[in-house]
């Protein structure tokens, strides 16, 4: 790293900076595949590198319904949160029409008819699990 134009401190922690960057990078703060540890493996060939990319889990959005969205924007908290609400529920509906797509789903009457099947075979399996006897009563 030293060659490519990075600074190394080590002392509590080790600490790397480089020239363009305005902050330095603490190794503690990287993930678990970025520590001591793992390279020393990955350098000595006992595991492999995969490099993916990790998503904070405070970037995770979690679906809401789309009229709880619209009730949010008809809040009147102003221009940019009801941009930033309509930006979610057009995110939303451009989601369900590529479920739909990837689902081949080409009317309301193909979703109901899956609809009731999955119900369906709930129902058989409930049975089927209903129908079975406790290990607890076996013993």
């Known amino acids: 790293m030293e060659q490519t134009g ?6 509590k922690n080790i600490t ?7 902050r330095n990078i603490r190794m503690r703060s990287l993930p678990e595949e970025y520590q001591k540890d793992a390279i020393c493996e ?11 990319k990790h998503c904070s889990p405070l970037t995770e959005q979690k679906s809401q319904l789309v009229s709880s969205l619209e009730a949010k924007r008809n809040q009147g908290r102003g221009q940019y949160y009801d941009r930033a609400i309509q930006n979610q529920i057009t995110k939303q509906q451009a989601r369900a029409l590529l479920y739909y797509q990837q689902h081949g789903f080409t ?3 193909d979703l109901k008819l ?4 999955v119900a369906e075979g709930a129902i058989f399996v409930h049975k ?3 129908g079975r006897r406790s290990p607890v009563e076996t013993v």
């Open 6 to 11: 990075y600074t190394i401190t080590r002392r």
């Open 16 to 22: 790397f900076s480089h020239s363009r960057q305005k």
């Open 42 to 52: 990955v350098l000595l060939g006992k595991s492999i590198h995969n490099l993916r």
């Open 107 to 109: 009317s309301v009457e």
């Open 114 to 117: 899956a609809r009731t099947s």
């Open 128 to 130: 089927g699990i209903g």
